[in-house]
Nanobody, 119 residues
Framework: QVQLVESGGGLVQPGGSLRLSCAAS????????MGWYRQAPGNERELVAT???????VYADSVKGRFTISRDNAKNTVYLQMNSLKPEDTAVYYC?????????????WGQGTQVTVST
């Protein structure tokens, strides 16, 4: 059993910043790739950013230069620093974590946290 607890969402004005956190706990050997996805109303869930266990990152073009993903392996936590937020960043943000169990990597999703960018 693996639990993911997200925090840090909220309402922010355009140009503002937010920092999301997602902490993993439970029964696993280690964590592989960690990432953030988002889903706006009427849209499919899309990749925002991922970070591997070695620190390699991938970003969606729409957030490059504004968002930064990072992780603290000692705390099994992934972060998403979001700067220069735009109304089009409004969505429910989900973390996704691949944990290593029984020599395989299994994906787990967080419950989602709402980010609203509006005046």
């Amino acid at each position: 059993q693996v639990q993911l607890v997200e925090s840090g969402g909220g309402l922010v004005q355009p140009g503002g910043s937010l920092r999301l956190s997602c902490a993993a706990s439970g029964n696993f050997f280690s964590i592989n790739t960690m990432g953030w996805y988002r889903q706006a109303p009427g849209n499919e869930r899309e990749l925002v950013a991922t970070v591997t266990s070695s620190g390699s990152t991938v970003y969606a073009d729409s957030v490059k230069g504004r968002f930064t993903i990072s992780r603290d392996n000692a705390k099994n936590t992934v972060y998403l620093q979001m700067n220069s937020l735009k109304p089009e960043d409004t969505a429910v943000y989900y973390c996704k974590v691949y944990v290593n169990q029984h020599d395989m990597a299994f994906p787990y999703w967080g419950q989602g946290t709402q980010v609203t960018v509006s005046t």
